[in-house]
Each structure stands twice: as C-alpha cells, then as structure tokens.
C-alpha cells in the first residue's frame, strides 16, 4: 500500500486516525449476578465506560431523576460515564443482597461491566458529541457485533481460561469500535464531526493537551506551537471542539481529579492529581465547572 492510499483510507475511516494516539484499552471491573436487595453506585466519572446485561432486568437512574429500564441483551453505553446507578428491575427485593458467578443457576441479574481507557484518563474531546448513554438492544446489533458480544459472555464463563483477561480485554476493545460504528450509522455521531476534528493545527494542539493537561498552557503557547496567530488559532479551535482552549483544559483537569476522587484520594490528592497548587483555587475551578464542590466518593 502505497503513502497515498493510507492517507486515502485515513480520510475514509476518522475512528482509527482519531482513536490511535489516545485509546489505551479496557478494563472489565465487574462480571457476576447480583442477587436479593442490591445497588451498584456510579456516582462519580471515571472512564467512557459500559453496562452488558446478561440476565433478568434492572433499572437505570440518572441522579437528575430519570429512570430507564433494562432489558436482558441490552448493551449500553457511557461516552462521559454520566453518574448513575442501578438497582433491581423489579423494585427493592426482600432478600439481602447475594453477588453469585454468571453461570449460577440463582435468579438475578447479570451484568457485565467495563472501562475505555484513554491517555491520562481523559477520553476525546469528540466524545462529548455523544448523547450521555448510547443504548443497544439485541435486536438492533448485525451479526458480528453480536457475536463479539456472545463471545465475550461466554469469556466470562470461564475465568480460569488460559489468556482469559488477555482475550476478554481484546474483545472490549473490539467492542468499542462497533460501538462507535452504531453510532455512525445511526445518526448519534456525524462523520463530518470526526472529520472536523482532524484539522491539522486543532488535532495537534489537542494532542499537546492530552499529553500534558496539568500544564498551565496559555492560548499564546498553543498557537505557537501549531503554527497559526493567536486569534486565528482560538477561533478555529472553538469551531472544532465547540469551546474555547481555556475551557477545555479546564474540563480536563476536572476529569483527572474525578478520577483522582474515585479511587479514594483525598480533596488535596485530587488537586494535586489536575494540576492545582491551591486547595482554595481548586475548589472554586471544581465548583464552577461541575456545579458542586468536590468530595471524596467512595465506588460500590
């Protein structure tokens, strides 16, 4: 294949130029069936993250109130890992809460549950164009996305598998891809989006932000960088990602002292995690950007 023909192909497929510098791999962080009066918690953001239901029903709530209701075979999915929780379909049930494998024969609820890791934790900046939970029922999957799905069922059955956390976490990868598909061929993400972000000078000062969001880049600097006038550069970078340079490295700091926060740091450990010299300064950055003050949440 000749230098030509990739730079065609690169044109015709933005997942893969888009997703290459960032995309680390996956994560499972939970494959069981949850019994009795049960709760898994998501109420602080992690990662781009997904939800497989394997069994039974459960239901989905939004901390903003709304509810959804999942059905066995769906598939979701969180661009933002918006916070959320779930619970028994069927309402609060009088036994006490049972974790069994997936292969039990107990009545419950299967989940099988997973992360999207990205460089520093922070996914794409395209991401946010997503709707905050992209939900894929059995029906609506093609063959080969189904059957990426069963396989990784049927992975998950068997834990004691040779290469089975190499080959589970394979199989995610390859799941987020199809993913993204749906939701190009759906109409939930434009191409033309994908395609704006591959300007040039943006996708350049993006990777620089990626790379190091803990720097005090100044909107001078990243122009510099990318070769183009500073007004010319803030303009462009605000058509592209739809914010400013500020702002976005703002939200990326957040992300990392979200992350911070989840795994069991302390307010200062978070700080220190984006990049913030000043408990005081970091507070009020949090507040602003996230609408409540920071605090230490421990994961279900």
Known sequence: MT????????ARDPLTILLQPLFLGSDFYHAAKQCGDWLLSHDHPVAPSFHLVTEGQCCLAWLDGGQELLNPGDL????GDAPHRLTP?????REPQRVVSLSSEVAGVGLICGHFRFLHQVPPAWFSALPRIVRIPHKA?????????????????????????????ALANVLLILI?????????????SLMEFQDPPVRRALGLLHEDPCRDWT??????????????????????????????????????????????????GAMLASGYRSESTFRKAYKRIKGVPPKRIKML
């Open 3 to 10: 230098l030509l023909d990739k730079a065609v192909n690169h």
């Open 76 to 79: 979701v999915f969180f661009p």
């Open 89 to 93: 379909g069927a309402g609060p049930a």
């Open 141 to 169: 999957r093609g063959r080969a996305f189904q059957n990426v799905v069963e396989t990784i069922v049927d992975e998950m059955l068997d834990a004691e598998a040779p290469g089975h956390e190499l080959t589970t976490n």
């Open 180 to 192: 993204l598909r749906y939701c190009l061929e759906r109409g939930l993400l434009e191409a033309r």
């Open 219 to 268: 909107l001078r600097e990243l122009a510099c960088e990318v070769g183009l006038s500073r007004s010319s550069f803030s303009e462009r970078f605000h058509r592209v990602v739809g914010t400013t340079v500020a702002r976005y490295q703002a939200r990326l700091r957040m992300l990392l002292a979200d992350q911070a926060l989840a795994n069991g740091e302390s307010i200062v």
